[in-house]
């Protein structure tokens, strides 16, 4: 089957950046992605990674790497309103294309 | 811009009642998706539909579960039979070609 890891919680402080790691168990898969959710929000899409290495979108970037089973998404200059959760998730290989999606880590951003 | 919407935003239920969830995907997508989360856990696939019919469903997706896309634009989840357990909130998304998947807003179901 296929299933991922990460932190359950982070906390930063305004300004500061910080990392969240994804690890990952699949057999094939078409590439990584990162949604953010706010309390009771859908989950909007922040970041792809279909090949390894940086992908980078204004103060959010994230990374693959597949040898290792290992992904993270960096947040930049960090602001209150980055307070959420954020998942990795596993586009699916094939027609499907659904998400498999790890449990999610909490981001508290304080003053 | 274009986004998905679902109906109703919070549908309670009793135990064994049928409900319909609806969803209105962007309209030139291609892939379309239920997920469900229930409170405080991650989110989790259910079903997806390309070409007009299923392409893969989870285990969750049992016999009580349906979907259709009656008209070309609506985007329904049927669940016949329902039970405590389906409680969760309901998120359809839908994509085109790139990876980007868009979620509506969601549906609270509360089974009672």
């Known amino acids: 089957g296929q299933s991922l890891e990460q932190p359950s919680e982070v906390t930063a402080v305004e300004g500061a950046i910080v990392q969240i790691n994804c690890t990952y168990q699949t057999s094939g898969f078409y590439g990584l992605s990162w949604y953010q959710q706010h309390d009771g929000g859908a989950p909007t899409f922040l970041s792809y990674?279909?090949l390894d290495g940086l992908e980078e979108t204004g103060r959010f970037s994230s990374f693959l790497s597949r040898s290792d089973s290992y992904g993270y998404l960096l947040l930049q200059e960090l602001q209150m309103k980055d307070s959420a959760s954020y998942f990795c998730a596993l586009m699916n290989a094939g027609n499907n294309r659904k998400l498999i999606w790890g449990l999610g880590t909490s981001l508290a951003v304080n003053p | 811009e274009p986004e998905v919407t679902q109906t109703p935003s919070h549908q309670v239920t009793q135990m064994g009642q049928e409900v319909i969830l609806r969803c209105v995907p962007i309209?030139?997508?291609?892939?379309f998706y239920w997920y469900r989360q229930i409170l405080g856990q991650k989110v989790e696939f259910l079903v997806s539909?390309?070409?007009?019919?299923?392409?893969?469903k989870s285990e969750i997706f049992d016999d009580q579960f349906s979907v259709e896309r009656p008209d070309g634009s609506n985007f329904t989840l049927k669940i016949r039979s329902t039970k405590l357990e389906d409680s969760a909130m309901y998120f359809c998304a839908s994509s085109g070609r790139g990876a980007e998947q868009y979620f509506g807003p969601g549906t609270r179901l509360t089974v009672t």
């Open positions: 539909f390309y070409n007009n019919e299923i392409s893969e």
């Open positions: 990674n279909g």
């Open positions: 309209s030139n997508h291609l892939y």
